[in-house]
């Protein structure tokens, strides 16, 4: 029901979007959380679809944004300014809830993931 795409390998302070692509239900939230190696899941980004209201982590704030295409059913993660630090495992994730502030850091809130998409960012 949510198929992630876009990842790859790109240097430090270069750019990449995400996507993940929705279907068979109406998620009116949905989110990114990424993984690195070694380290606990973290929240990213996630947006509602009702209000277009957006949440950001602190650790990707002003160089992370995330948007979404209702038309498309796709939701999208524009990163720039890479860091080597950004390297995981990129998983979107989505629920039909429309979350508040206090839930949609939460990983599970969502009851829908995605597959996961790589990106390593270079040094």
């Known amino acids: 029901q949510l198929q992630a795409s876009g990842g790859g390998l790109v240097q430090a302070g270069n750019s990449l979007t995400l996507s993940c692509v929705s279907s068979?239900?109406?998620?009116?939230?949905m989110g990114w959380f990424r993984q690195a190696p070694g380290r606990e899941r973290e929240f990213v980004a996630a947006?509602?679809?009702?209000?277009?209201?957006?949440y950001c982590a602190d650790s990707v704030k002003g160089r992370f944004a995330i948007s979404r295409d209702n038309a498309k059913n796709t939701v999208y993660l524009q990163m720039s300014s890479l860091k080597p630090e950004d390297t995981a495992v990129y998983y979107c994730?989505?629920?039909?809830?429309?979350?508040?502030?206090?839930?949609?850091?939460?990983?599970?809130?969502?009851?829908?993931w995605g597959q996961g998409t790589q990106l390593t960012v270079s040094s």
């Open positions: 994730a989505a629920t039909p809830l429309t979350l508040i502030a206090s839930q949609v850091r939460r990983g599970e809130a969502y009851d829908s």
């Open positions: 947006i509602r679809r009702g209000d277009n209201h957006k």
């Open positions: 068979g239900r109406t998620f009116n939230t």
